[in-house]
């Protein structure tokens, strides 16, 4: 069967159908997730269970949760700018760079920026602008045979291969697809728009890329615009995910993850749901054949083995996705009205069992799809419904929590950057606004652990398979910090370049290819100060 995907109740009837996830407003003074690029902070309703049909072993349907599931609410009726997804000034698209049919118009670009002259400290590589690579750095990973990919914003997908010095780039010339298929197959009308925010290592020569949806304010925006007052495919389509891989010829290989439910898959929704469109961190679970997104509003699933299919039009039986589950809560809005907490969700990391953590912008979750036989509705449910509030993890805790709902003064939101798996029982948890924090893999035990005063919020974690360190990077600054033995080690903005001061962390991985280890670390650079982008590599000790 085409993806490999075992289906079970879809096939039964696709009546049977689930709980759907409505479209809801935003209230602007309930946002705040300073994420990269300041991400909104999302309020919306919930959806339910629909039965299983991925790869557990549930054949039956599951009725929704008719108790008092946090999502239940009225959701707060107004609409909000996304701070966080809007096109960054200096990664408009270049004279160079190519689109796709002709659909979306080029510019001149920024003014130049000059090339970083690096002076880095022992153990550590970089590249930049001079080496091929793009002007801003989202994202950068390894696959299994040692290419690193880097997630070049709008200016496109670039690749180093080993031994090679100067990166290749990919755009949607090169067979890139930032957005879905119309119903019968065919490309959605309107713009298009290219910007690279993620990637993820996968199988040799393969890499998982995350893009961000079309910017627009109110309805405009791609996670509202379907259930807009003026449905615009060209914007509800965009983003979404790629699974790439390199032919021996060197071009790309293009399978498209459409992040969306069809007609007549969500019971409350039976026109079909839009809602996933920025894919923020992407994880590769070579164990399960998983690829996690984690999203604005919420995160889904994606077949590793998934080989496309452009005439599905979003069944749960042939899509290739399983959408979408959050670990929203409740809160009182500024106005007395109830609102639905749920976004940003930059924390994703695989645990040795198959479950995945994922952390956002007001909870976590330990998402129990290993423990639950990877059945993914059953792990759904236990990160969503009432009786698994445990299950939801207030990390920095609101003073007032579950079952109460707090009003703005009474919330602290946890706005996680970043989440790493250590071992069986360790859960590292970056804060682009709160630090860095450790807990166990239930969600408690949680301690707040000092990194450096004058950079106290963190864009980044990684965990050393070496020595067991933890890595972490400056949401403001260059700066990189290495946790070992009780200490901790700077590499200061600096010690690389004064001119990275005006840079800031978007990613740091771990490449375990070739039997070594390198911790690969992204460097956004800076429209206001023309600083270019860069990947740094540390190999040292």
């Known amino acids: 069967m085409k993806g490999g995907w075992r289906w079970a109740a879809a096939l039964v009837v696709m009546g049977a159908v689930w709980a759907g996830c409505k479209q809801a407003g935003h209230d ?23 039965p299983d049909s991925g790869t557990g072993n549930d054949a039956g349907t599951r009725t929704p949760d008719a108790g008092t599931d946090a999502g239940t609410q009225t959701p707060d009726a107004g609409t909000a700018t996304d701070a966080g997804t809007a096109t960054d000034a200096g990664t408009a698209t270049d004279a160079g760079t190519a689109t796709d049919a002709g659909t979306q118009t080029p510019d001149a670009g920024p003014p130049p920026e000059a090339a970083i002259d690096f002076t880095p400290p022992p153990g550590w590589q970089f590249l930049s602008i001079q080496d091929g690579g793009p002007r801003r750095v989202y994202g950068v990973t390894a696959d299994e045979s040692g290419n690193v990919w880097v997630a070049g914003g709008e200016d496109g997908l670039f690749l180093l291969k080993p031994g090679a010095t100067k990166l290749q780039r990919f755009t949607m010339a090169d067979g890139l697809r930032p957005y879905g298929f119309m119903p019968d197959g065919s490309v959605p009308p309107g713009e298009r728009y290219l910007k690279v925010i993620s990637v993820a290592g996968g199988p040799a020569g393969t890499a998982f890329v995350g893009y961000e949806g079309r910017p627009g304010n109110g309805s405009d925006y791609c996670e509202d615009n379907w259930d807009g007052p003026k449905p615009d495919p060209s914007r509800y389509k965009s983003g979404d995910a790629d699974k790439v891989t390199l032919r021996p010829d060197g071009t790309l290989q293009v399978v498209h993850y459409d992040i969306f439910s069809g007609p007549n898959v969500v019971r409350d929704e039976p026109r079909g749901r839009e809602k996933l469109c920025n894919v923020l961190r992407i994880a590769y679970d070579k164990k399960t054949n998983s690829v996690w997104f984690g999203g604005n509003h919420g995160f889904a699933r994606g077949d590793a083995r998934f080989t496309g299919n452009n005439t599905c039009n979003g069944q749960l039986s042939c899509a290739g996705v399983m ?92 706005n996680i950057s970043g989440m790493a798996v250590a071992g069986d029982d360790t859960v590292w948890v970056s804060s682009f606004s709160r630090g860095l924090a450790r807990m166990n893999a239930n969600g408690g035990d949680i301690h707040y652990v000092h990194v450096n005063d004058a950079y106290p919020h963190l864009a980044a974690v990684a965990v050393d398979p070496e020595d067991g360190s933890v890595w972490t990077g400056a949401r403001w600054a260059g700066a990189v910090f290495r946790l070992k033995n009780g200490n ?54």
């Open 323 to 414: 959408e979408h589950v959050h670990p929203a809560i409740n809160a009182i809005g500024p106005s007395g009205n109830t609102v639905f907490l749920t976004d940003a969700y930059y924390g994703v990391a695989v645990h040795p069992s198959g479950d995945v953590f994922f952390g956002g912008a007001n909870r976590a979750t330990r998402f129990r799809y290993g423990t639950n036989g990877y059945n993914y509705w059953a792990a759904q449910s236990m990160t969503e419904d009432q009786p698994y509030a445990w299950n939801r993890f207030d990390i920095w805790p609101d003073p007032v929590g579950e079952p109460n709902l707090p009003r703005p003064a009474e919330r602290v939101d946890d």
């Open 488 to 541: 901790v080690q700077t590499f200061d903005c600096f010690a690389f370049n004064a001119r990275m001061c005006s840079s800031h962390v978007t990613d740091i991985q771990v490449d375990r290819s070739g039997g070594g280890r390198r911790i690969l670390v992204g460097f956004l650079g800076s429209d206001e100060d023309h600083v270019p982008g860069a990947i740094g590599i540390y190999t040292g000790n």
């Open 28 to 50: 602007q003074s309930e946002h705040g997730n300073p994420g990269l690029d300041t991400p909104r902070q999302d309020e919306d309703e919930t959806k339910g269970t629909p």
